[in-house]
């Protein structure tokens, strides 16, 4: 998987007419490649050319002036080790977009607001899509306008900040200290006039005496559903569902999508952000920030055609009927801190955060079989609510010249509730399309934990700086962690050629949503819909077959790197990285093997499921990778200036064992192609950004593109897919291949006057769209057969029903303007 397609990498450098910021983009003009950054040490914030670690700094401009809606997306068009991804016809999976830093998912990503943890979200992502069996905090949950900049951490970070930063971190800064009135709506349409979106940002301020500020945020935002439907192949339909050829044909004939709606959902949301730094004294100050965000979130389950659902007529619908879904959601959050300095010098941080996120489902347009007449069609199948509440004590100073301290404490508790459905939506065979939460698994779920660290500083020349950090940690439910990590920085050449390097240990602690989470839910497997258990660790039916409870994964991580600076506008940085990682959790394959796992079900009286799934400690991964920057700016180019930058990352991930943990249970298959796929190459093992960034007088021109380099996934349904990852066939098996595809945005501002900017774009200019192709199909099974396992019967021919390498969408229109005053 390292290894990349040579001709994609030289179409990409010829097809491109410049080289565009990836993830440091700010005007043409005078941005500076060493601003301070304030994520990976608590003793001594560095620059970004001095750090010992790789850091990104996106300025809001990136965010603001990408053209995408979302910071998830403009991250993912401009960081090539930011990967996330937009799901349709998935269920709960189409509320939220997955992300990750380097192809690890997002559960071993910490997200901080102004360095202080951000809650994560209530979902766990269960369907077989990227991201399954991860949760992660919700991005989109923050006004875009409030944004000063984002950090991204592309190291393990556990021993600074604890949990969850395996992978590393993402620090998005609030915008502080302004005194004026900004505003800007933007709308968006795809090429194929649907889609249109609506984006509206306020941001206002003002400034105290002694350094005080307040700020106020606010974002609305309308997405209308966009379509991509596909043709459905009369013949496997007719095979899938065991109906009647003529039947089939001559529905498919009348409606030959199937009348399946494969749609970017329809959102709608508004959140607001509160910042403000209170001055106290000339040494101390008071400082807050808070945000809500409220989202409704619209998407359609498969359309149940006539000769699919029994009884046919069932809502007196002789067409069939598609389920509705709906997503409430509800993520919000607060920090209240006192900052002071003593006259020692000392620097003392004491902080409150809390935070939380809010799910609650609405099924329509359905019913429950086994209720016959008297089932209604509307349900309120259950949700999920997470919530923390930190405590942080953080203290530092720097000793003398040569040598910076920091340490500190933080508690947190956190809870999680499961909110059971109506009756209704669970009983017998509950509400199809998307059963209810059952009474018997709701609940509320919580855990404690506290931990202490130090962080030491050392300059010990002026080309030769040392970190060191440790850190102990206790949770109430598994018990003690302590990870250590070191990092170094020598000048070579002066500053023009420096080494950077670390070596980190880490560790995550099981999400409460791993621990907990039990459902029945439908999935489409093999071409058919089944029912599917998904049991949480500690119930009954993990007893039964032996599932172990789930401990925390542990990680080490290597980190080594060249950056090389000959002048202030010219910078490259170059870094390898390896992450191992151990007891990795993920949720286990669909299990139906009846010695192992239906008949010890059967004995404590769950029959009515075909499959089970477990989240468990199940394998150890590696992750091996290279990450380069190179950023040119300030080149002088007719009356205007010219900003180049080359952005590229490169991984390869795989399973290397299964977890010892699974000894002696002797289960089939526990983790299958399909599990090692979204777990390690469904995502590019190849993806770059290049482009230009113009500024002339009064107009800005960007083009940017950005590669997707191949990616392979094992589609549920697929010959061999079922077997264990690790089983001696299983190389020589089917599986699905992305093509490596380059997406290209123009964005142009024209800046009428200095308070007034206009600004209109294409993104993906040239309607390029995923393409993949199906390899070492077996001898007794066609192209056409695979091709609509792997599509529905061809429902979802750009993407595959499971995977999809980047948007399905194509080209977008944009239109903006924006007024500050």
């Not at 850091?55 to 979302?70: E, R």
């Not at 993906?764 to 019967?793: M, S």
């Amino acid at each position: 998987m390292m290894k990349t397609n040579s001709n994609a990498a030289a179409a990409f450098l010829l097809c491109t007419i410049g080289l565009v910021q990836a993830q440091e983009k700010d005007s043409a003009t005078s941005k500076k490649l060493d601003e301070v950054v304030m994520v990976g040490t608590r003793a001594a914030p560095r620059s970004s050319v001095s750090t010992p670690l790789p850091i990104d700094n996106i300025d809001a401009a990136i965010i603001q002036s990408s053209g995408h809606s979302s910071v998830g997306q403009a991250l993912q068009y401009r960081i090539p080790s930011f990967n996330s991804t937009s799901a349709a016809v998935q269920d709960a999976t189409s509320l939220l977009d997955p992300f990750e830093i380097r192809n690890m998912g997002s559960s071993r990503t910490l997200v901080l607001i102004n360095g202080k943890r951000k809650n994560q979200s209530s979902l766990i992502f269960t369907q077989n899509t990227i991201g399954k069996g991860e949760t992660g905090a919700d991005l989109s949950s923050i006004p875009s306008i409030a944004i000063k900049k984002i950090e991204i951490l592309r190291d393990g970070a556990s021993a600074q900040y604890g949990s969850d930063a395996i992978a590393g971190v993402i620090n998005i800064l609030l915008k502080d200290k302004i005194n004026f009135t900004e505003a800007n709506a933007n709308l968006g349409l795809y090429s194929k006039g649907d889609g249109f979106s609506q984006n509206f940002n306020l941001i206002t301020g003002s400034t105290f005496k002694n350094g005080g500020f307040l700020t106020f945020s606010t974002n609305f935002q309308n997405n209308d559903y966009a379509y991509r439907n596909g043709k459905v192949n009369p013949y496997w339909e007719a095979q899938t569902f065991g109906a009647n050829q003529n039947e089939v044909e001559a529905y498919l004939a009348q409606y030959p999508d199937a009348q399946n709606k494969n749609a970017y959902p329809k959102k709608n949301s508004i959140s607001f952000l509160v910042n403000t730094s209170i001055p106290v004294s000339e040494r101390s100050s008071l400082y807050a920030n808070a945000s809500l965000a409220v989202k409704k979130v619209s998407s359609f389950a498969n359309h149940r055609t006539p000769y699919w659902v029994s009884p046919k007529n069932a809502l007196n619908s002789p067409d069939g009927f598609t389920p509705t879904f709906i997503g409430d959601l509800t993520d919000y959050g607060a920090t209240l801190g006192y900052k002071t300095k003593t006259e020692s010098d000392w620097n003392i941080d004491l902080s409150t955060t809390f935070g939380g996120n809010k799910i609650l489902y609405t099924v329509g347009n359905t019913f429950n079989a086994a209720l016959g007449a008297s089932s209604p069609i509307n349900f309120k199948p259950g949700g999920f609510r997470f919530n923390n509440i930190i405590g942080n004590i953080d203290v530092s100073k720097r000793l003398s010249d040569h040598v910076a301290l920091a340490f500190g404490s933080e508690a947190r508790r956190d809870e999680y509730e499961i909110y059971a459905g109506d009756p209704a939506s669970y009983n017998q065979t509950g509400s199809i399309s998307f059963p209810g939460l059952s009474q018997e698994n709701s609940g509320v779920f919580s855990r404690y934990n506290i931990g202490v660290y130090a962080d030491a500083a050392f300059d010990i020349s002026e080309a030769t700086t040392f970190n060191a950090t440790a850190r102990f940690e206790n949770f109430s439910d598994f018990g003690n962690a302590l990870v250590w990590k070191v990092s170094a920085r020598q000048n070579i050449i002066g500053k023009k050629l420096v080494a950077r390097g670390s070596v980190s240990t880490g560790f995550r602690a099981p999400s409460l949503q791993q621990v907990y989470l039990s459902t029945i839910q439908n999935v489409f497997n093999n071409g058919k819909i089944v029912s599917e258990g998904l049991f949480n660790n500690v119930g009954k039916e993990a007893k039964a077959i032996g599932i172990p409870k789930l401990d925390a994964e542990k990680s080490l991580n290597f980190t080594l790197g060249l950056g090389i600076q000959p002048n202030k506008n010219f910078s490259i940085t170059l870094d390898g990285y390896l992450i191992k990682v151990y007891d990795r959790i993920l949720l286990s394959s669909r299990m139906s093997d009846k010695a192992t796992i239906l008949d010890p079900l059967s004995s404590i009286g769950v029959t009515t499921v075909n499959a089970a799934s477990f989240f468990t400690n199940g394998v150890d991964t590696r992750t091996i990778g290279l990450d380069l920057v190179a950023n040119y700016r300030n080149i002088d180019l007719a009356t205007g200036k010219l900003a180049l930058n080359l952005a590229m990352n490169m991984n390869q991930s795989k399973i290397t064992k299964n977890s010892d943990k699974l000894n002696g249970l002797n289960l089939v298959a526990p983790f299958n192609r399909t599990e090692e796929a979204l777990a390690t190459t469904s995502r590019p093992s190849l993806k770059a950004v290049l482009g230009i960034d113009y500024a002339i007088k009064k107009w800005n021109i960007s083009l940017n593109n950005t590669l997707f380099g191949k990616a392979t996934y094992a589609n549920s349904g697929m010959p061999g897919a079922n077997l264990a990852w690790n089983d001696p066939a299983a190389d020589s098996q089917s599986y699905l291949r992305f093509k490596p595809r380059i997406t290209t945005d123009l964005t142009i501002n024209y800046n009428i006057n200095s308070k007034n900017t206009i600004n209109i774009g294409a993104l993906n200019i040239f309607n390029i769209l995923p393409k993949w192709e199906l390899r070492n199909l077996p001898a007794d099974k066609t192209y056409d057969e695979v091709y609509n396992t792997v599509t529905f019967n061809g429902r979802y021919q750009q993407s595959s029903y499971d995977a999809q390498h980047f948007s399905i969408f194509g080209t977008q229109f944009i239109l903006g303007y924006n007024i500050k005053f």
